[in-house]
T-cell receptor, first 114, second 113 residues
Framework: AQKITQTQPGMFVQEKEAVTLDCTYD???????LFWYKQPSSGEMIFLIY??????QNATEGRYSLNFQKARKSANLVISASQLGDSAMYFC???????????FGTGTSLTVIP | GAGVSQSPSNKVTEKGKDVELRCDPI?????LYWYRQSLGQGLEFLIY????????KSGLPSDRFSAERTGGSVSTLTIQRTQQEDSAVYLC???????????FGSGTRLTVV
């Protein structure tokens, strides 16, 4: 089974609107961390936000927030007030408490329309 | 430097040749990862270094792939007898010990012809 599933290959959003990028995960480890990365056309992976499995509140970082629904095993990224510079690939990732590697989804390509 | 530096940024090589890819992590970062990203795909874990511990090599796809990290800093990923399926972007990331946010380099785009 896939550890991380991103079901939206491509998304479009109007500038200044909010957008939700979906991510579901699969693990039996009670301790894990969930991450979102942004990859612009330059290729560099930029860390956006982190959510720990034991965190009680949803993580927020500026315009980014993570909608963490533990029972549903989902960790959707919400970007508020979209900007043209938000156009990029977005990857959801997980690191299990007992492991070293990050598991990445296949990504969602976000295009912000002026 | 301020970020993770990878060199070369682009490499074209003939099938069967060996290549070396270099990663300079952020100074003081004890953890270092190598990942591979094929066209239109997510990232595939290759290898993980943490301080002086034995590396986690569980992601290396074949014995043609090897990596070392000298002095706990610079890392080199070596691919021997390259094949066309090795064509991908190879990304390096580093992190301070215990920190969950890794900083990635811009990658090396490897093309095997």
């Amino acid at each position: 089974a896939q550890k991380i599933t991103q079901t939206q290959p491509g998304m479009f959003v109007q500038e200044k609107e909010a957008v939700t990028l979906d991510c579901t995960y699969d693990t039996s480890d009670p301790s894990y961390g969930l991450f979102w990365y942004k990859q612009p056309s330059s290729g560099e992976m930029i860390f956006l936000i982190y959510q720990g499995s034991y965190d009680q509140q949803n993580a927020t970082e500026g315009r980014y927030s993570l909608n963490f629904q533990k029972a549903r095993k989902s960790a959707n990224l919400v970007i508020s007030a979209s900007q043209l510079g938000d156009s990029a690939m977005y990857f959801c990732a997980m690191r299990e408490g007992t492991g070293n590697q990050f598991y990445f989804g296949t990504g969602t390509s976000l295009t912000v329309i002026p | 430097g301020a970020g993770v530096s990878q060199s070369p940024s682009n490499k074209v090589t003939e099938k069967g040749k060996d290549v070396e890819l270099r990663c300079d992590p952020i100074s003081g970062h004890t953890a270092l990862y190598w990942y591979r990203q094929s066209l239109g795909q997510g990232l595939e874990f290759l290898i993980y270094f943490q301080g002086n511990s034995a590396p986690d090599k569980s992601g290396l796809p074949s014995d043609r792939f090897s990596a070392e990290r000298t002095g706990g800093s610079v890392s080199t990923l070596t691919i021997q007898r390259t094949q066309q399926e090795d064509s991908a972007v190879y990304l390096c990331a580093s992190s301070p010990q215990g920190y969950y946010g890794y900083t990635f380099g811009s990658g090396t785009r490897l093309t095997v012809v």
